[in-house]
């Protein structure tokens, strides 16, 4: 095996750590060139630990140790009783998993080890390959700039062990003076004939400011301030309404790499970039002078392809107080776009207001506004932050944001004037006024195009590979370095605008998994000091991993992808008893309390849950109706957050289509399917009524499920069943009886004879009447329940 350099890096500002590709049975000599001036220096062989820092493992005197530092993973459980374990192809990989031989063990500074003779890896071949896992199965996803990162022909994502490395391949360079973050180095090995450059991350991935950042007015002038740690200069362009030409603030930097530029006077309403320069040595920056850098913390921009406008922070609105939002227990979610719901509605807004924050608002006021009627208590709205969208009449779904603290003009009545931020305040407000509660969707697992966040820094700002380039387990090209302080930092501060300023009652984080399990209960911590009531709910997956057993620990709600599966699977007949009792119960493998898993069978992505039922689109079987109506009530009739997708009780389809992310003409709700399917829109809409009325009471959990809180009754080899809750009387809460039989056989289930003397049915598949149903023959004799095929019914106590 030829010699080679694997890495170099700073690993303080006077350090250099370096890997070779194998040992050295001497501490080589070394020349260094650098373009700043740091000093005499000494190489020395580091320490094994100093090795394991960054490969999780070192070898030394016949034995292996396995370090666990939670730095090099993208999923640590926070959880201080957290279990661990070492899993590798030479142990069975997950048959490791609770075994005490490959536990690692605690020490009393918190970090956690194992060490092992290297016989117990059966070494006959030269490489092996390892990964940690936590005792409920979840594995620890490994950094892909770690520099035993290997992937392997599945995708997997592993850590390789090189046996013939013992830990004479790593060295340490000591300087006498502290290297600067734009320092270029460059190593040579005269003696081994080996050079290469000196990665500055670990020491650039450290660095922070709690300097002011964005445009504010300091002393009568207008400061802008933008952090560029790298950057070897940059300027503010601006102008004021009526200029062609540009002005010019050079812009002067501080010790924490935050660049400052001051103009005369308040120049409120002017539109301006940045144009940051430096040196482009690697591929980790990304610097062009010629770029027009919107302003990361710009309170508005003319246009998504635009420039920033001048908007204090003391020009923002302010949220209005005295609206209370739903308990966690007692919300029940509509899933909007904001376009989707206006473009086809029966409104008095013109063709303009369609487009923007206020012809919503206007609609709102409204009682026959469809949100009003949909049965839901909060709405979910799909992200409004700045996005890519070329022209203001183009339809996105606005997920690839390029501006966090800036409401999108193109939802604007005025983005010339930078309505935007009060347009959006005013919605929110409306939306409160009609009794919704308002959670944003926000995207900050990745940026939009063209990423000028990246001509700031982006090796700074985005997770990057070994070889420096882009991760992309978001798939959008790009994944945001939400560890970074400064990154960290930027998604706290649009936060608590979007709270404080709008009034929003909380935010559903899109992709959360690359958001990361530390930077999401920071947030949690954060906001709940702003808004202690705060609704916080994460799409818990990514390419990368699954995140919502893990979520458990924290005060996160999670999309439940396992209840959409199965009981979408159950409706259609499949799916066994022990599913359906887990999911109605509130999944509690991962859910801590009940109001941590939102409920769901469809939202935007992929196709609509009719699409997947039905292809007959407009001419429905009954059967069809019967089996959406159930999946339907799967959703309201289980313990957790519901959720619906807009459309829900329109037998919404989008023609079987599984990608509509800019089809706005396959998103526009079509209202007059309530018409074309009358009887299941009523239906739909009282079902999602009483999961808010008061008879629904015992559904409503708040905090764990009780044990024995939910009595379960099956049918003889049949999936039908049936759910009693509040079942002990433990509650003055009504109890509540729900049955399904999604067969196509008739059924009978022993439920004993209280039923039909203590309580009345309200619904079966057909009807919806909180008054209780007169039905022409008794669905109740001897104990047994009767049910036809493709059927339930819904029961209240007297």
């Known amino acids: 095996m030829s010699l080679s350099i694997v890495k170099a890096w700073w690993e303080l500002p006077d350090r250099i750590a370096v890997v070779f590709s194998r040992d050295i049975g001497f501490v080589p000599r070394a020349e260094i060139s650098s373009d700043a001036d740091i000093g005499e220096f000494s190489v020395s062989r580091a320490a094994g630990r100093d090795f394991s820092k960054y490969t999780s493992y070192h070898i030394e005197n016949g034995a292996i140790t396995f370090h666990l530092d939670g730095g090099n993973f993208c ?87 090189s046996l013939d ?34 990665s500055p991350a670990q020491l650039l991935l450290q660095s922070s400011s709690g300097a002011p950042l964005g445009a504010r007015l300091e002393n009568g002038d207008t400061v802008f301030s933008i952090f560029a740690p790298r950057a ?8 004021i309404a009526g200029e062609n030409l540009g002005r010019v ?59 920033s406008i001048v908007k204090f922070d ?69 992200p409004i932050q700045e996005f890519t969208a070329a022209r203001r009449t183009d339809y996105e779904w606005g997920y690839m944001p390029i501006g966090w603290f800036a409401p999108s003009s193109c939802y604007a009545t005025d983005p010339e004037r930078a309505s935007q931020n009060a347009d959006f305040a005013r919605l929110v407000e409306a939306f409160h006024k009609a009794g919704l509660a308002v959670v944003l969707d926000v995207v900050y697992n990745h940026f939009g195009e063209p990423n000028t966040l990246g001509n700031i820094d982006s090796e700074y700002y985005f997770e990057t590979d070994f070889a420096g380039g882009f991760t992309n387990y978001s798939g959008c090209g790009n994944d945001f370095r939400c560890s970074a302080p400064m990154a960290k930092r930027m998604i706290f501060d649009s936060l608590e605008k979007l709270v404080l300023n709008y009034g929003v009652d909380g935010f559903r984080f899109d992709l959360a998994e690359l958001v990361g399990l530390g930077t999401l209960s920071e947030i949690e911590e954060r906001l709940k000091k702003i808004k202690p009531s705060i609704i916080l709910i994460a799409e818990p997956w990514s390419f990368h991993g699954h995140i919502a057993a893990a979520l458990r620990d924290t005060g996160f709600a999670s999309w439940n992808d396992g209840f959409r599966e199965f009981m979408l699977s159950y409706a259609l007949g499949n799916g066994g008893f022990g599913g359906f009792k887990y999911y109605v119960s509130g999944s509690q493998n991962i859910a801590r309390f009940a109001a941590q898993t939102v409920n769901y069978l469809e939202s935007h992505d992929d196709k609509c849950l009719f699409d997947r039922i039905t292809r007959a689109h407009d001419n429905p079987s009954e059967a069809d109706l019967r089996r959406y109506k159930i999946a339907y ?30 089809d706005g003409a396959a998103n526009a709700l079509d209202y007059a399917r309530a018409m074309r399917f009358t009887g299941l829109c009523q ?107 493709l059927s339930m019914s819904l029961w209240i106590e007297k």
């Open 249 to 307: 603030a050079e812009a002067s930097k501080d010790g924490d790499g935050v660049w400052t530029a001051r103009a005369s006077g308040d120049l409120s309403g002017a539109r301006y970039f940045w144009s940051i320069d430096g040196i482009n040595r690697d591929n980790t920056t990304r610097f062009d002078h010629n770029v027009k850098i919107p302003d990361p913390y710009a309170n508005a921009m003319d246009a998504a392809a635009g420039v």
């Open 75 to 161: 999923n640590v459980r926070t959880s201080p009783d957290a279990e661990y374990f070492v899993c590798g192809d030479f142990n069975g990989w997950g048959g490791a998993i609770g075994n005490p031989e490959w536990k690692l063990r605690k020490a009393q500074n918190g970090s956690r080890a194992l060490t092992v003779p290297i016989e117990k890896l059966a070494p006959t071949r030269r490489k092996r390959y390892f990964k940690f896992a936590c005792s409920d199965g979840r594995w620890l996803e490994p950094r892909a700039d770690l520099p035993n990162f290997e992937r392997d022909k599945d995708g997997n994502s592993n850590l390789r062990i």
């Open 633 to 662: 009530a799967l959703v309201f009739l289980s313990a957790g957050i519901p959720m619906a997708a807009e459309g829900f009780d329109l037998a919404r389809t989008k023609r079987g289509k599984n990608n509509t992310y800019k």
């Open 683 to 789: 239906w739909l809409r009282a079902i999602a009524k009483f999961r808010n009325s008061e008879s629904a009471r015992a559904l409503k959990i708040d905090g764990a499920v009780p044990d024995g809180w939910i009595e379960f009754f099956g049918a003889r080899e049949s999936n039908a069943a049936c759910a009693m809750f509040n079942a002990k009387k433990e509650s003055p809460a009504r109890r509540v009886f729900a049955a399904f039989n999604p067969t196509t056989s008739h059924v009978k289930i022993e439920v004993g004879e209280g039923l039909a003397k203590n309580f009345r049915q309200i619904a079966d598949i057909d009807r919806f009447d909180t008054s209780g149903l007169d039905n022409p023959e008794p669905p109740i004799a001897g104990g047994a329940l009767s049910m036809p095929a």
């Open 165 to 198: 490395k013992t830990g004479g391949h790593v060295f340490a360079i000591a300087f006498q003076k502290r290297a600067p973050l734009s320092a270029h180095v460059r190593l040579s090995f005269p003696e081994l004939g080996l050079e290469c450059a000196v």
């Open 232 to 239: 070897s200069a940059a300027r503010v362009i601006w102008k």
């Open 314 to 382: 003391s020009a923002l609105p302010r949220a209005c107080s005295g609206f209370t939002p739903p308990k966690w227990h007692d919300l029940s979610i509509l899933e909007i776009h904001l376009r989707d719901v206006l473009a086809r509605a029966r409104a008095d807004i013109s063709e303009g207001e369609r487009l923007t924050f206020a012809g919503l608002a206007k609609w709102l006021e409204s009682p026959d506004c469809y949100l009003r009627k949909a049965g839901a208590n909060c709405v979910e709205l799909q």
